[in-house]
């Protein structure tokens, strides 16, 4: 690969005295599929924040396809092609299933407030045809049959899947996943892992994502990086990650922090 | 220079009036987070307690005496914190667990009611009252500049409220429970701190604060009416948002100021008339610059 | 706070608000044969929900919390009654209607400039931090009225002539239905709804916040300007004390009491709201007390609002 999609160059973020994320240098390449594990408070999500525009590193520089993001809004980035879930559910509860999926398509809608006030014929075949598209990915994940459902009432794993469906829908070129498989039962997550790894495929996209269940994130991800404490601490194949004395160290010497029940 | 330090004490006797009742707003918005627009109907019934008690009590104490208006003064005290207490328990209690904008726009009810129904003739009437003299009055004169005796008791009394008020929030057990339950309802209770009770004593705390300083207005007013709470009242809670809500210092600085700057605006002519614009505009300048405020902290929202 | 979109519903909105216009026009001819006492309140009825349902976009679809209205109503009525006041002598009255429609075109225009000043700082701040900034502006508002000696001032404003008839209101509270209803129903518009619903969220599916908010301040205030229009040419006579706080608490409360962002409930709720007080007109001097009661009574019982469906079942409000 020429141009690596994402990089990081020494991205550090400190909140006040804490620094959450120390000199992260990471680059990931279309279409891969990496995963970012690490101790809870390692600064997995923080990473994630930056990359998606919500918090700015303090030092460093973050780059999407060659072009730096410093400074770039959120909403702007998502438009360039990053794309992501959150790690606490953040559905439009009060929207329908197929109008969270709507909404998060209207960045690559031709019609805007002029159509949508004229209601010509062209805005009815456009709305249909966002319809259309949205149904489509709705099926992928098997969520098709709940489209009028409001999307707070929906089961947590629904949840879950329609946060990744929704993220889709902004066609992305990397996809941010924050603990997709957290409280799903052993059956969603081996449907979860076919299913990321069957949309990374199909749509052509790099999937990142930050996991705590390592079946998944050894059974799928070609690439792994490890944070510790905001440090990276290794990076390799799965295979690599597994024998890497120092992940070993951060994982069984802190035994209890590693199976944590609660996520905040 | 003298007109300007004449400004300088008139502006600081209103603003300690301003920073007492902002007080009671930021301390009621610190618990429960929400803007309790009733506090400026607690204060004008503090003054018209104050106004049917001085016949009574002029009777065993006379008036103006100081020990006469310290007896007023405390039983409106008394009666406005049981109706602090008591808006308390039957309007907002209800709601605790509704989403704020419901407390809100039931606070502007709860004013709206007190209001009306003070305004009708089989309560006080909408006509204004004469404010009875509690106090001896004595006008200071020191080189040329003259200090009122009432406006002197404003700003002793502020202090003194002021200093007892810190002294509640951050030396006694009570205060530390205030703090608990402002920073998380629910670990609070938790520890075993009984909500329900700090919350009563967090409204009580205001209103008598509302009380003393409705009693305060009234003094330096022509008379009191049952709307005379609306404009110390929102201009107090600016004052509160200014100096950031929820933050005790921040409300009593915020007073200061705007007692100050109203003082100032009204001796140039032509500005007078904007005051309460000005007011206003100020805010939103500040807000624009602080969005919470002169000394309120910003909340990062956690992704 | 919304239904699914539906596409048959869709279609059919603009035959719905051609047929509101006409008939709102039709039923106008006939409206010397009314009682002038019900003939007001029709009026006055049409004018809150103009107010009602393009407030209910600002606090209702987007999640705002605007307490500002009246002072957008204001500026939109002070426009343009001094607009017509000043023109229609200087021009025949077979022009009449165009001259009414200027004046209220520009009394929303420069109420939505007004709303755009209030939308730009409410990027900045959310919550009760904008509730006071909102009523801040209103207050703001109405004090440069009050020292504005070209409207009158404190004095109040005379003479605007009676231009409003029930054609004109109804006519424009359809297209402000028709407005509203259509920006929010489309694939744009369920932006708005992911705004109020999480912000966050929303931008990281690359919709712009700020845009957003902006949109929906400006479209608003514009609103309540025309509505202010009409009331000028209603009234015919304007005083800043009628644009205070009480009164964007009346058109506050009304969108609530019609459920926050369901529109036709909150047309429902602008229209009890606006009997009520002619209801009470008996017992005029408890009326403050009891619409007091209500609002309290209101939050308590159901502060979802009077007209909440359930709208899984398709219960598409307009």
Redesign the interface.
Known sequence: MSQPLLKLDSATIRFGGLTAVSNFSLEVNPCELIGLIGPNGAGK?TAF?MI?G?YQPTDGHIHLNGRSIAGV????L??QGI??T?QNI???????V??NV??????H?K???R???W?GSR??S???E??TCALELLDIFKLGSL????AKSLPYGDQRRLEIV??L??RPKLLLLDEPAAGMNPTEKEELMHLIRFIKDKFQIAVMLVEHDMTVVMGICERIAVLEYGIKIAEGTPQQIQRDPKVIAAYLGTETDKEEPFDA | MDWLLQQLINGLALGSIYALIALGYTMVYGVLRFINFAHADVLMLGAYAAYFLAPAVSTVFPLPSLTGALIVTLLSVMICTGIGILIEFLAYRPLRQRPRLTVLITAIGVSLLIEFTCQHEAVFGADTKPFPQLLPVHDFNIGGLVIGSNDLVVVVTTLVLLAALWFIVQRTKMGTAMRAVSFNQQAAALMGININRIISFTFGLGSALAAIAGILYALKAPGIDPLMGVQPGLRAFIAAVLGGIGNLPGAALGGLLLGLLETFAGGISGLSNYRDGIAFAILILILLFKPAGLLGKASVEKV | MSSSLNPSSITGAKRWLIAGVLLAVVVSMFSAQFNRYYLGILVDIGINIILAVSLNLINGHTGQFSLGHAGFMAVGGYTAAKISLVISPMLPPALQPLIFLFALLAGGGLAALAGFGVGVPSLRLRGDYLAIVTLGFGEIIRVVVQNMESVGAASGLKGIPKYTTLGWTFGLAAVTIYFVSALVNSTYGRGFIAVSDDEVAASSMGINPVRYKVTAFVTGAFFAGIAGGLYAHHKQFLSPTGFDFLKSIDIVVMVILGGMGRTAGVVVAAIILTLLPEVLRQFSEYRMIIYSLLIIVLMMARPQGLFTWNRKKGGAPA
Request: net charge positive; glycine share 4%.
């Open positions: 999500t924040n998606t919500v809004k959120p909403h702007d998502t438009r794309a992501r959150f953040r559905l439009f509860g009060s929207l329908s197929i109008d709507r909404a998060a398509m209207q960045l809608c019609h805007g407030v159509a949508s006030l209601r805005f009815k456009l709305e249909n966002v319809e489209r009028d459902e409001e929704r993220a829908a902004t």
